[in-house]
């Protein structure tokens, strides 16, 4: 069974960054869908990027798109999201999943489907105003 432990939240100014990181036990990053979601208060869990098995190509929601990078190192199998110019509108918890080759994909507003569940314990950012 996947398991996936996300770290690396915190309460920041609005235009500061963090840096989230995710673990897994149980399945290699390399060579799987991986994606970030975020649950922001009063809003459904929702995909914010993802990469493919190729790694060639990440795609990222709009909302953050130009001030996120979403990146996977194969070697010390862990997943990196390094938010620049966090807003307010950052605020939620942030969740890292894991998806099969022949079951998941990439939607290109940023989220993978199908994740592998069950989902960790997410790491919690907030961006005060």
Do not use: H
């Not at 890292?96 to 790491?123: D, K, Q, Y």
């Amino acid at each position: 069974q996947v398991q996936v432990v996300e770290s690396g939240g915190g309460l920041v100014e609005a235009g500061e960054y963090l840096t989230l990181t995710c673990t897994a036990s149980g399945m290699r990053f390399e060579g799987s869908y991986v994606g970030w979601f975020r649950q922001t208060p009063g809003k459904e869990r929702e995909g914010i990027s993802c990469i493919p098995p190729s790694g060639r190509i990440t795609y990222y929601a709009d909302s953050v798109k130009g001030r996120f990078t979403f990146s996977r190192d194969n070697a010390k199998n862990i997943l990196s999201l390094q938010m620049n110019s966090l807003k307010p509108e950052d605020t939620g918890m942030y969740y890292c999943a894991v998806g099969g080759i022949t079951t998941a994909s990439c939607r290109g507003n940023g989220e993978m489907t199908s994740p592998l569940g069950p989902w960790g314990p997410g790491t919690q950012v907030t961006v005060s105003s």
